[in-house]
């Protein structure tokens, strides 16, 4: 009994080490479903971009919601670093993601095909990206970021 004993008093401690030196969160149910839901809605509302987005006013700011509150959830999780960074660029209106079409839609009106058609492809990537992050939890480093710019 004493052999038992002494592994449990070892292993106990180090598997609760172990964990404490998770580099990222674990797996969310909620942030992988809310991110996987709203990439399907952002990505049908850039399909009316070849028309002039002040009919689609209600649906922009309903989507933007959507992905405030998602950002702000992520951005409260413990060990999540790498998954803001990802939401921060998916964001910026500075960027060439989701939040720099949708200013640029508004900036312009109305958007060619061709160009709503390849901007999807490159924005369902990124928020894909998010959901596989989230779904592997795989250690990410600076480079994967990158790969967003």
Not at 57 to 77: G, P, S, V
Not at 136 to 143: A, L, W
Request: one cysteine or more.
């Amino acid at each position: 009994m004493k052999p038992v004993k002494q592994l449990l008093s070892f292993v106990l401690p180090l598997l609760f080490l172990l964990n404490s030196c998770a580099t990222t969160a674990n797996f969310d149910q909620y942030a992988y479903a809310q991110t996987t839901a709203v990439k399907v809605e952002a990505l049908d509302l850039m399909s009316n971009a070849t028309q002039d987005d002040s009919l689609f006013t209600a649906q922009i700011k309903d989507i933007d919601i959507k992905l405030q509150k998602i950002f702000e959830y992520e951005k409260n999780r413990p060990k999540n670093d790498i998954t803001v960074k990802m939401w921060k660029l998916l964001l910026d209106p500075n960027h060439h993601l989701y939040g720099g079409f949708i200013k640029r839609w508004q900036t312009d009106s109305k958007l060619s095909p061709t160009f709503v058609e390849e901007a999807k492809k490159q924005i369902a990537s990124g928020f894909d990206k998010v959901a596989e992050l989230e779904s592997k939890k795989i250690p990410r480093t600076e480079e994967s970021i990158k790969s967003f710019q």
